[in-house]
């Protein structure tokens, strides 16, 4: 086995998992929070693949794989969703969207 | 299957197959093709209970019951109730009896009812009641005789509320099925007393092992005589009867003469083994029946409504068959039963055709003078109504006077029940020929003048009402000649295997009724031709005793009814509004000052949905970490 121990993997991605938790908390614009998505969707795949490896199988890859394919459709979806926003010059911040307000 | 089963089968279903079809079949049938199909399947019933008859007369008198079950219709525990028809001498009888005159009465009701609205709904009742008549004829266990007792009372109901946009119909729809439920309920709770101490609920094994006597056999007796006293409108429980006349004419005859009215009768009589374990009950029917008849006759000298005056010779007829029944002159009763069913169907329906010619009028104090314009139907009327008086040649001598002489045969009580049907005579001739002088005789009434449409050149009545009641008038004249007194009796001698009569009148005691029972039924013609013949205006007041009859719907107002309403009321008041209504109001207000408050989270903020998120599954991986 090469390379660092699997915890020295798994921090790592709970740090990436958190600083894009934080980063759909607290940014406001569309467009950073589905990026921050995008970064906590890259820790959970970190820390797929690295137990992958430490378990010497390769569920945990095809795993990421499909979350990958996940992630690319979801950026699909929320970059289209965002362009059509700014087309009808709906103002890209989410505090602002409060439409669904019950 | 053998051919009397069969036949049994075609009898019980054919009406049913009717009532089906034009139900189902709705508006794809025209309105005269359904009168015609619910006439000819009852006619094809008709057909079938003559083959039961005949073959039955070709066999010997010992084993003329035949039972045909179809399957084992409920089963509970050990208990099996077979979808059983028992075809015997009493119910062939009663087949015979439901089937011609039905088929006679829903033939007649092609004319009458044409042109009314729903036609197809009143054939498709009509159906329905002959199948339940005569599932309760052929029952061949008492479940089954319950099953058909109800749906009679059912089919009633819905032919008594047929005019539904009328509310007396309806009321008296309604009144008549709940004293009818009272019945059912008595008989159900006798039922129920039989099924402990018998185990079973056909007539042979019910007859073997009923408990002789005691408390039990009493009950018993008293469950069976509710539910014949209920339907067949007997004191206490009569007073639907007369309200049932708001039913079309057709339906009156059909059911509330000729046939469910008696089946109380064929249900003492069916049962009659029971009854002779209860001396008492036997008793209290025959003076329920002598204290019906007496009273029925005195109402019906004051009513004004001729359909009303014939319920209540209806009532004090089906008294004389109690009487009848209670003595043990259940073959008299039957008798009775047969020729009632002509005469009374008879008088309904000559009725019926006065009352379509007066365009619905039914108030006899705004007829009279009918007859030079109704001439066929005052003939067949007056056949009716001397029939009913038992003026010998006619049916109602012979059966009538046989139950009279019957009851000088048991003693004491005997002559109180001699003397109340003597005084039941006087009276019947006296109201029935104050109805018919009413209606037929005098000066033609102005209204009558008014009102009476009939186009010149027509007959009185479209021809297939005047066949059926001249075919009814027939039977009312010759049906009687089925038997006479000791001489020739051959309806004894074929119900003696079934109901062999306890009380057998001498020559004597036979000739001492008719001779008594005529004369005053005679006196009573006298008195009505002189009160209403000639010189009617000085006809007496009438009795506001009798006017009220006998206060039994305000008694029953009072001790029923109104005690009901004022605890509806009072509930209503005291409970509902602060309990149930109360209850409902602050339920919902919490409920929608709760949903209020939760509301207010969802924010539309997507952060804060994130956030919620985010902490609920730290909570969970916290929760999951530490009870691992």
């Given at each position: ?102 | ?570 509930l209503a008041r005291f409970v509902e509004a602060p309990l149930i209504a109360g209850s409902i109001g602050e339920l919902s207000r919490g409920l929608r000052l ?35």
């Amino acid at each position: 086995m090469h390379g660092p121990e699997v915890t020295w993997y798994v921090v790592l991605a709970a740090m990436l998992f958190v600083i894009g938790a934080l980063g759909v908390l607290v940014r406001r614009s569309p467009l950073i929070i589905l990026l921050s998505v995008e970064i906590m969707l890259n820790g959970s795949n970190l820390a797929l693949i690295a137990f992958a490896r430490h378990v010497g199988r390769e569920d945990g890859q095809i795993f990421a794989i499909a979350v990958m394919a996940i992630a690319a459709s979801e950026v699909v979806v929320g970059l289209g969703l965002i362009v059509a926003m700014g087309r009808r010059n709906v103002e890209l911040d989410v505090d602002k969207l409060r439409t669904l307000r019950g | 299957m053998r051919l009397i089963d069969a036949a049994s089968w075609v009898c019980l279903l054919a009406p049913l197959a009717a009532c089906a079809l034009i139900a189902l079949a709705g508006e794809r049938l025209g309105r005269r093709a359904c009168g015609l199909i619910s006439t000819a399947t009852t006619m094809v019933a008709f057909a079938a209970a003559v083959a039961v008859f005949a073959r039955m007369l070709a066999e010997p008198s010992a084993a003329r019951a035949h039972a045909t079950s179809a399957w084992t219709w409920l089963q509970a525990g050990r208990y099996h109730f077979g979808l059983t028809l028992l075809s015997d001498q009493l119910s062939v009888m009663m087949m015979l009896i439901v089937t011609g005159v039905g088929s006679l009465i829903v033939a007649y009701s092609v004319g009458y009812m044409d042109g009314e609205d729903e036609e197809r709904r009143y054939f498709a009742y009509m159906s329905l009641f002959v199948f339940s008549m005569l599932l309760l004829v052929q029952a061949g266990n008492l479940l089954l005789l319950l099953a058909g007792w109800g749906m009679v009372g059912l089919s009633s109901y819905l032919l008594i509320g047929f005019y539904q946009r009328r509310p007396e119909a309806v009321a008296a729809a309604k009144k008549a099925f709940v004293m009818n439920a009272f019945g059912d309920a008595t008989m159900a709770l006798a039922l129920f007393l039989l099924i402990e101490h018998t185990g079973a609920l056909d007539f042979a094994s019910v007859f073997a092992r009923a408990p002789r006597h005691g408390t039990v056999a009493a009950l018993i007796a008293l469950g069976l005589l509710g539910g014949a006293v209920a339907k067949s409108a007997q004191i206490p429980l009569h007073t639907w009867l007369p309200d049932a006349m708001e039913g079309p004419t057709p339906v009156s005859a059909l059911i509330h003469a000729a046939t469910m009215v008696t089946a109380g009768v064929y249900l003492i009589v069916r049962t009659h083994p029971l009854f002779q374990d209860a001396k008492a009950v036997e008793d209290l029917a025959a003076g329920l029946g002598a204290a019906t008849l007496l009273m029925a006759g005195l109402i019906a000298l004051v009513q004004v409504d001729i359909k009303r005056v014939i319920a209540y010779s209806t009532m004090s007829q089906i008294g004389y068959m109690f009487v009848g029944a209670g003595i043990g002159a259940y073959p008299s009763a039957m008798f009775h039963l047969m020729t009632h069913a002509f005469f009374k169907a008879l008088l309904f329906l000559a009725a019926g055709i006065v009352i379509h010619a007066l365009g619905g009028e039914q108030d006899i104090r705004r007829m009279g003078g009918l007859g030079r314009v109704l001439p066929a139907t005052r003939a067949l009327f007056l056949v009716g109504s001397l029939s009913l008086v038992g003026v010998p040649p006619f049916a109602g001598f012979f059966s009538k006077d046989s139950i009279i002489a019957a009851t000088l045969t048991r003693g004491a009580f005997g002559y109180c029940l001699f003397a109340v049907c003597l005084a039941g005579a006087f009276l019947t001739g006296l109201y029935s020929f104050r109805l018919y002088l009413l209606v037929f005789g005098g000066p033609q009434s102005d209204f009558a003048r008014e009102h009476l449409h009939r186009p010149e050149g027509r007959l009185e009545a479209p021809p297939s009402m005047v066949w059926t009641v001249a075919v009814l008038a027939l039977g009312a004249t010759v049906a009687g000649f089925l038997q006479f007194a000791r001489v020739w009796h051959p309806l004894t001698t074929w119900l003696a295997p079934v109901a062999a009569p306890l009380a057998d009148a001498s020559n004597r005691q036979e000739a001492v009724a008719s001779v008594a029972s005529v004369a005053l039924g005679l006196a009573g013609i006298g008195v009505a031709s002189v009160l209403y013949g000639a010189r009617r205006r000085r006809a007496p007041r009438p009795l506001a005793l009798l006017e009220h009859r006998f206060y039994w719907d305000e008694l029953y107002a009072a001790v029923f009814y109104r005690p009901a309403e004022l605890a509806a009321l009072g509930l209503a008041r005291f409970v509902e509004a602060p309990l149930i209504a109360g209850s409902i109001g602050e339920l919902s207000r919490g409920l929608r000052l709760g949903a209020g408050e939760l509301g207010r989270a969802q924010n539309g903020l997507v952060r804060s949905y994130v956030l919620a998120i985010a902490s609920g599954v730290a909570l969970l991986a916290v929760v999951f970490l530490s009870t691992r």
